[in-house]
């Protein structure tokens, strides 16, 4: 069956990086545009940035645009989150969500993982 | 790119309906039908429950409907169960900036 997880996730310092992966399996990761989403500890959900199919095209939010960069490995089926310059608001649950093969856009999920906590914390 | 606004929070007794509001603007939620609706429960990754406004995915009761009305889009749940309990989100795609925003989350209790 369809399985997201999430890694990679830890406690660093501030203007540090950590690089999470999402491992992709029960389907081809080519086949489906990827996002990254976060959650800080109580907080709402945050759209961090989303990949094309082949990886050509990459969105990012204000708040992560020039400090993260998402891509994928399709032969390892495999997503990744690569975070520079982090800061103490970087704090959260780092979900990896597949776009819906029924929806006719690019921004609506089927799937997420369980999540993988960054702490940026000094 | 500010969020969605939702209410905070919204109550209900067993068998009753309620309806979450999403509001946005012309940019994102009135401006094109890629408005989808989360259920969160505690410690659990989210879960679509609506997609493109109005579409109800597989597996998801024919409780939950979609609507979209101008710049607002609303979530209803219909004969409320124990279980409907959650965090509920909205998202809508950003118009010409391929962005996703969500809305700030909606807490139901079911009374």
């Known amino acids: 069956q369809v399985q997201l997880v999430e890694f990679g996730g830890g406690v660093v310092r501030p203007g540090t990086s950590l690089r999470l992966s999402c491992a992709a399996s029960g389907f081809s990761l080519s086949n489906h545009v990827m996002h990254w989403v976060r959650q800080a500890p109580g907080k709402g959900l945050e759209w961090v940035a989303l990949i094309s199919y082949d990886g050509s095209q990459t969105y990012y939010a204000d708040s992560v645009k020039g400090r993260f960069t998402i891509s994928r490995d399709n032969s390892r089926n495999t997503l990744q989150l690569q975070m520079n310059s982090l800061r103490a608001e970087d704090t959260a649950l780092y979900y990896c969500?597949?776009?819906?093969?029924?929806?006719?856009?690019?921004?609506?999920?089927?799937?997420w993982g369980q999540g993988t906590l960054a702490t940026v914390s000094s | 790119q500010s969020a969605l606004t939702q209410p905070a929070s919204v109550s209900g007794s067993p068998g009753q309906s309620i309806t979450i509001s999403c509001t946005g603007t012309?940019?994102?939620?009135?401006?094109?039908?890629?408005v989808s609706w989360y259920q969160q429960h505690p410690g659990r990754a989210p879960k679509v429950m609506i997609y493109?406004?109005?579409n109800r995915p597989s597996g998801v009761s024919n409780r939950f409907s979609g609507s979209k009305s101008g710049n607002t889009a609303s979530l209803t749940i219909s004969g409320l169960q124990a279980e409907d309990e959650a965090d509920y989100y909205c998202?809508?795609?950003?118009?010409?900036?391929?962005?996703?925003?969500f809305g700030g989350g909606t807490r139901l209790t079911v009374l």
């Open positions: 012309s940019s994102d939620v009135g401006g094109y039908n890629y």
């Open positions: 998202s809508s795609y950003v118009i010409s900036r391929n962005l996703l925003i």
């Open positions: 493109d406004v109005s």
């Open positions: 969500a597949r776009v819906s093969s029924y929806s006719s856009g690019w921004y609506s999920f089927d799937y």
